[in-house]
């Protein structure tokens, strides 16, 4: 059973998909997050500006380096913190979490879609 030892016993952990971001993780100076003191978000997705975008791109929320991007299947129907600790490995890369994006936004979906 999920969060158990092999004896039954409740594994207590960090559940490494639920964040809190605070200090340096927030953006200072800016009207949107300026006022912020603890941001916790559950199960977050990280953003990234495309390659050769022309859109501004202005990271708000950010990770520490001490990061990692998890697959989502792991966190979605059945997951395991105690696993999620044990496998995880830094990808010495800092996240965006929130940004303000601005400009013109190009779509891949088709032009006569529905929808």
Same mark, same amino acid.
Request: proline share 5%.
């Given at each position: 059973?999920? +969060?158990?030892d092999?004896? +039954? ?31 916790n978000?559950?199960?977050? +997705? ?66 006569n879609?529905? +929808?």
């Amino acid at each position: 059973m999920p +969060g158990e030892d092999a004896r +039954g016993r409740p594994i207590i952990t960090d559940y490494l998909a639920w964040l809190a971001f605070k200090d340096d993780a927030i953006k200072r100076g800016d009207p949107v997050t300026d006022d912020l003191q603890v941001v916790n978000v559950a199960t977050a +997705g990280a953003i990234s500006k495309a390659e050769g975008a022309t859109i501004d791109f202005e990271p708000l929320i950010v990770t520490s380096k001490d990061s990692m991007l998890i697959d989502i299947a792991k966190v979605r129907a059945d997951p395991k913190p105690a696993e999620l600790m044990r496998d995880f490995k830094s990808d010495d890369k800092s996240y965006v979490i929130a940004a303000r994006v601005s400009g013109k936004l190009k779509t891949k979906r088709a032009e006569n879609s529905a +929808g």
